[in-house]
Structure formats: C-alpha cells, structure tokens
C-alpha cells in the first residue's frame, strides 16, 4: 500500500508528552522523516531517519520505527510545539514521496 | 547558509501554463537533490516531482506525469517547476525543498522556500 495513516488530531497539556504516529506498509525498512508546519509558514523537517534529530530541533524530539509504524514522541510539550506534523517516506520501488496526513497537535 | 528563494505570486487562468523558480544559495548546487512539494488551501502536503542537476532529468509523481516538468539551470543554480493544463485543483502554494545530502533521493528536505502562491481562477 501506498498510503501513510496519521491521527488528524492529538491533544496534550503542556509538560506532558505528545505522540503522534504515522503507519504504513514495512516502514521499518523506509527512509521516514517528520516535518513540522506552523500556520503561514514553511514546513522544517524535525526528524529524520525515523530517529535522527537535524541540528536546532531540541533534544526533547525523538522518533522511532517498529515494522508498520513511525512515531515522533515530543517531550515536555511547549505552547510553541502546537503545529501540523507531517511524516513522509521515500518509496523505493516506485522511487516517489509520500506524505501522512498530517496531526495537529493542539496543546492545551 | 543554504537559501531557497522563490518567485512571486502567480495568477492564471484555467488551461494555462506557470511557471515557479527557485534560487539557491549558500551551498554547491549540482549533486543536490531538489524537490517540489505543493500544499492546497487548507490541505496537507503532496510531492510534486524532483531533479538532481548533475543529472538534468526530472522525476514527477504519479499525479503529474503529464502535465509538469522540472528542470534546474546550473549557471545560475535555479530550479525550475514548469505546470501545463492547468486547473482551479492546482490552486496551491508550491514549496520548492533541497536535500540535505547530495544524490541522496531517500532524504528528508532539510531546506525549504518561503512557498510561491499559484491561484488558477477565471
């Protein structure tokens, strides 16, 4: 299958952890990344790798991969966390990207 | 440090034809990869196609085949989204991305432009 799954919407308090999934066929043997929108701005990619955090984003963001599932797990959520996230994956049969549907993650 | 700077707003009627530039700067141009990625009002994000100037040859996604081609000028590292026939559907903005390895078609978009508003109405 070509789609990748993610919940439109998460909710957390801040302080607290947010986690936000992205499910697909084998994701384990993809290159998976997740990429942060805020309104009117630019997307920034936040991870990639499905673990590998680019330089600048802060440590609380972490990721991993089990078989058909990439997660971003955000620690210590801040009000500045509150964005669209979006994962994305490079099919290498097909040798296209794919997006998620992106979450809004809502903190409360 | 590495700048993607795309052009202006575009206005076009259905059936038409646009097209989106992206300058880079900050860094080499050649072995990159560069994407094009769009994002329709209120919408999530689609891949639109990708070219890697050293190579000169574009790949789109599936959805595009027909109607976009990519191209990249290695003079004055731009790269180029070219897009025939066009339709109110298309109405978007167009982000133009780069990798952040060279000839890595696997990595994720390190680098991305401010976005180019294309708006297709009569």
């Known amino acids: 299958s070509s789609v990748l799954t993610q919940p439109p919407s998460v909710s957390v308090a801040p302080g607290m952890t947010a986690t936000i999934t992205c499910g697909g066929d084998?994701?384990?043997?993809?290159?998976v990344h997740w990429n942060q929108q805020k309104p009117g701005q630019a997307p920034v990619l936040v991870m990639s790798?499905?673990?590998d955090r680019p330089s600048g984003i802060p440590e609380r963001f972490s990721g991993s991969i089990s078989r058909n599932t990439a997660t971003l797990t955000i620690s210590r959520v801040e009000v500045g966390d509150e964005a669209d996230y979006y994962c994305?994956?490079?099919?290498?049969?097909?040798?296209?990207?794919?997006f998620g549907g992106g979450t809004k993650l809502t903190v409360l | 440090q590495v700048q993607l700077v795309q052009s202006g707003p575009e206005v076009k009627k259905p059936g038409s034809s646009v097209r989106v530039s992206c300058k880079a700067s900050?860094?080499?141009?050649?072995?990159?990869?560069f994407s094009w990625v769009r994002q329709a009002p209120g919408q999530g994000l689609e891949w639109v196609g990708r070219?890697?100037?050293?190579?000169?040859?574009?790949k789109n996604g599936q959805k595009f085949l027909d109607r976009v081609t990519i191209s990249a000028d290695k003079v004055t590292a731009t790269v180029y989204m070219e897009m025939t026939s066009l339709r109110s559907e298309d109405t978007a903005v167009y982000y133009c991305?780069?990798?952040?390895?060279?000839?890595?078609?696997?990595?994720?978009?390190?680098?991305w432009g401010l976005g180019t508003l294309v708006t297709v109405s009569t």
């Open positions: 991305t780069r990798s952040r390895s060279e000839m890595t078609t696997s990595d994720g978009f390190a680098y």
């Open positions: 900050g860094g080499t141009f050649d072995n990159y990869v």
């Open positions: 070219i890697i100037p050293a190579f000169d040859i574009g």
């Open positions: 084998n994701l384990g043997v993809k290159a």
């Open positions: 790798y499905g673990s």
């Open positions: 994305q994956v490079w099919d290498s049969g097909a040798d296209h990207v794919l």
